[in-house]
């Protein structure tokens, strides 16, 4: 039998996994940065002091960086507060986390924990390791030269041989053998070692030089990332630069859907057929081995005016929506996508207008599928509430069995409600930032619905930190 001690506890829990996995602390549509940033540190500060061992478990969930970092900061920052036992496990944990950030990530944690005194023999341990792991601290010493220079002297880590002349004696050789320290040194006083460096670092240098933009993207190319190719590659077709290129489908499906959507609308519509196809590659990719396991899917898609986020999450809910649709068309055996306003071809979507979700609800469920997923930030206001009432009579009158699983998915955090909004509270709610993670979240999304209990959401977070811990 569930108590209501046990009742809140799993409430808590799934409340900051939603936090988690949604918020950046940065503006969102109807909440600027300092709101969510507030919200975001009680709500860590508070499952920290209460659930400490559940806190520690969720590095092993799909949570975001920003909140992976906040929450390894906060671990090791609080560590006397922790047992024996606590530490090992969260020592294991802050490790195999640490290994999966971006590196700008880590160095960031690493700075921060100098900045609040946390030097601890532990920390300076996890640093350590970290830094021995690092495949090539040369480019490390490149591309985040301050960065490590000062995470080295903070954890008391000597760098031997050129990467630590080249960080900390400034009567440098003549020349390195290592040849990106080379390439750095040569690139001071030589315009073609410039193209040898990692972009970021190259550009602070081509600006310096006063080298045109188009002729800086020629030039480096064959040095770009993936990531960069993607992000720059509108920008080097306006300028000429037309070498910076990739394969579409090999993108991440999130960061396609941004990509598209970043594009003018007569844009899209002229490359419909590679867009829509580099689309479906990378959703039928991310499905991989359930590929139509999932029956009869409706799918509800938000594309109100708030979908297009904020000045720093720029069309971000839209575009988790645009993916979401190709990601359910290959996990179903066969899927409806009802979007709000827009009809025709997806990729030709746009935000505007009210969140009308009651109506689009409702014809969803028409259909009588298997699963009806609704992607939206939660704020049901045309009108205001019918939503949830139309899910209330559906639960109650029409669909007592629960034939029909029911999942909202919900891109932004609300600062005010410390969670993601609800639409109905016996519909599972679950906060999603790329649509990669929907397999995974709609198994968490039973926790947020009730009907689990407080017990079965511990064991399902200690399957996933024995995982690590193996």
């Known amino acids: 039998m569930t108590t209501e001690q046990d009742r809140v506890g799993c409430e808590d829990v799934v409340m900051f996994v939603n936090a988690a996995i949604t918020s950046t602390g940065q503006r969102e549509f109807r909440s600027g940065a300092a709101e969510q940033g507030m919200s975001l540190d009680f709500l860590h500060e508070y499952v920290l002091g209460n659930y400490r061992e559940l806190y520690a478990a969720t590095l092993a969930l799909d949570i975001n960086h920003f909140n992976a970092a906040l929450i390894v900061l906060n671990l090791l920052r609080t560590a006397k507060l922790a047992t024996a036992e606590q530490r090992d496990l969260e020592g294991r944990l802050i490790a195999r986390r640490l290994a999966g950030l971006p590196p700008q990530r880590v160095y960031a944690l690493f700075r921060k924990l100098r900045a609040h005194g946390v030097n601890n023999r532990r920390t300076r341990a996890i640093v350590r390791d970290w830094l021995s792991a690092r495949s090539d601290l040369a480019f490390d010493a490149v591309k985040y030269r301050r960065s490590l220079a000062v995470t080295a002297r903070h954890a008391h880590v000597a760098l ?3 990467v630590g ?3 900390f004696d400034w009567r440098r050789p003549a020349r390195y053998e290592t040849p990106i320290l080379e390439s750095w040194r040569r690139a001071h006083y030589e315009t073609t070692a410039i ?13 310096q030089r006063g080298m045109t933009r188009a002729k800086f993207l020629e030039g480096i190319e064959p040095m770009l ?20 290129s990739m ?3 090999t993108a991440p499906l999130t960061r396609l859907a941004l990509f598209a959507l970043s594009l003018p609308r007569p844009e899209r519509a002229r490359r419909r057929e590679e867009l829509t196809e580099a689309l479906r590659a990378s959703a039928r990719r991310t499905a991989g081995a359930q590929a139509g396991t999932w029956g009869r899917v409706v799918s509800v898609l938000d594309d109100s005016y708030s979908s297009s986020g904020s000045s ?11 993916a979401t649709h190709y990601l359910l068309a290959e996990l179903a055996g066969d899927h409806t996508g009802l979007w709000l306003t827009h009809r025709g071809d997806p990729l030709l979507v746009h935000p505007v207008g009210a969140t009308g979700l009651g109506a689009r609800v409702l014809d969803g469920l028409e259909h009588r599928p298997d699963r009806l997923v609704i992607v939206s930030d939660g704020w049901d206001n045309a009108p205001p509430g019918q939503a949830a009432e139309v899910l209330r009579i559906w639960r109650e009158r029409l669909d007592p069995e629960r034939r029909t699983d029911i999942v909202h998915l919900n891109p932004v955090y609300d600062s005010e409600e410390f969670d993601v ?3 109905e509270p016996g519909v599972a709610t679950v906060g999603v930032r790329d649509a990669e993670d929907i397999p995974a979240l709609v198994e968490l999304a039973r926790f947020g619905s009730g009907s689990a209990t407080f017990a079965e959401l511990r064991a399902h977070l200690a399957g996933l930190v024995d995982k690590v811990g193996r």
């Not at 193209?195 to 600006?207: M, N, Q």
């Open 225 to 244: 990332t993936a990531r960069e190719r993607l992000r720059l590659q509108s920008s080097a077709e306006r300028l000429g630069a037309r070498s910076v």
């Open 160 to 162: 031997t041989g050129e």
């Open 165 to 167: 002349t080249a960080l």
């Open 312 to 322: 720093t999450k720029r069309r971000r809910p839209l575009a988790i929506a645009l």
């Open 421 to 423: 909004r609800r639409l």
């Open 247 to 249: 394969d579409l489908a």
């Open 195 to 207: 193209f040898e460096l990692p972009y970021t670092v190259a550009e602070g240098l081509a600006g």
